[in-house]
């Protein structure tokens, strides 16, 4: 492979960040920092691609941009060593996402399944920029030439999106890359989505058949990494589930949703697998098992809430790091986009 691996991925400032976004994701962030270098980056020009209402408004938005931030460090990840950022410091992400609007088709997006979800019913209603959302998310990327994407199970139709708009970019320009002296031809690598460990979907602890999500009407449905310790004991023991003893293996969790999620939260908090979290519960009631799992939940996500609270209280620190975060995620960028206006044919300033 020609491309030098990097890692890059992104997380809306939508307010809530729950267990679902801890599980699926973040820890994944966290664990790819000792053997890649990574770019991570709140998304905030994704958060206003619906309607003000839901997205709450500038104060809101600004609030919320500091409070993935400090997530993803309470939760470990090094500004330092990686990068963080929030998008919109770094114009190379909308550049690049017109060049992109140029090369993906409508029939592409029109079969995206978060469009359908978030557009409902009243498409003609929903935003030009909701439309165009996997798009921009191609540009994030593709800006750094990032090769691989952690996400959560969600995300894997957007990657793909990525990798047909990285291939067909390639394609429509290649003679133009190999005539800027790229022999092979491939100007974007086709980014790689990680998708892994045992809660890459996570799922509403209201109806273990909906996705654990930010925008539920329930707050009982999440696990929200600020919730304090009585509140995710509240949640975890109120959490749905069936009549059943939990099974002694991981077959028997089929057609089980509910227990078939809790068990994947146990295990994806402990470190451990399904099979090995059903060794020691498997033929017990859920009783006992809940208040495992809210211990648990408690000690694993208590210091992360503590932590966030104490950095989200000095804004100012928290905005030093994205403006160095921007700075070299600009330097990046800006490159990747000289490249590709030459490969496009734009005259630039030399
Ligand atoms: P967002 O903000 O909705 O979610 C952030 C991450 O959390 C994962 N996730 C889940 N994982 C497991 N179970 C769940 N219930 C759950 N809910 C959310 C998501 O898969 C995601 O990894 N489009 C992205 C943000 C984005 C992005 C990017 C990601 C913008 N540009 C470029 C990767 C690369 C999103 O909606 O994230």
């Known amino acids: 492979m020609p491309f030098v691996e990097r890692v890059f991925s992104g997380v809306q400032p939508t307010g809530n960040l729950h ?62 060593k990686h990068i963080v950022f929030n998008q919109s410091q770094v114009s190379g992400h909308a550049e690049l996402a017109w060049i992109f609007n140029c090369v993906a088709r409508m029939g592409w997006l029109g079969r995206m399944t978060q469009f359908k979800e978030k557009a409902g019913k009243d498409r003609e209603n929903a935003s030009v920029g909701l439309f165009d959302y996997p798009v921009l998310m191609a540009a994030d990327i593709l800006v750094y030439r990032a090769t691989h994407v952690p996400v959560g199970e969600d995300q894997k139709q957007h990657l793909e999106l990525s990798r047909d708009i990285a291939q067909k970019f390639n394609n429509d320009f290649g003679d133009s890359i190999r005539a800027q002296g ?12 990680l998708i892994t460990g045992p809660a890459t979907r996570v799922m509403s602890l209201r109806d273990g058949t909906k996705k654990m999500s930010k925008s539920d009407a329930s707050d009982n449905s999440r696990i929200n990494l600020t919730d304090d310790a009585d509140t995710i004991a509240q949640k975890i023991r109120k959490a749905k589930t069936d009549p059943e003893p939990l099974p002694t293996e991981e077959k028997g969790l089929e057609a ?19 099979a090995e979290v059903l060794r020691e519960f498997g033929g017990g009631q859920f009783s006992s098992f809940k208040n495992a799992l809210a211990e648990l939940c408690v000690t694993k996500l208590a210091p992360i809430a503590g932590e966030m609270k104490r950095l989200v209280a000095d804004p100012g620190h928290i905005d030093a790091i994205l403006i160095d975060g921007s700075d070299r995620a600009r330097a990046i960028a800006d490159e990747t986009m000289k490249l590709s206006k030459d490969i496009v044919g734009f005259i630039r300033r030399r």
């Open 19 to 80: 267990l679902g976004n801890y599980l699926g994701a973040i820890v994944n962030f966290v664990k790819m920092q000792e053997t890649h270098n990574c770019i991570y980056c709140v998304v905030d020009m994704h958060a206003i691609t619906q309607g003000v209402d839901v997205w709450g408004g500038p104060a809101e938005l600004t609030r919320n941009t500091r409070e993935v931030t400090a997530a993803f460090i309470a939760a470990g990840i090094d500004p330092k």
């Open 182 to 193: 790229n022999n092979d031809g491939l100007f974007f690598p086709l980014p790689e989505p």
């Open 256 to 274: 089980r949703p509910e227990a078939d999620n809790l068990v994947g939260i146990f295990a994806a908090l402990s470190g451990r697998s399904k």
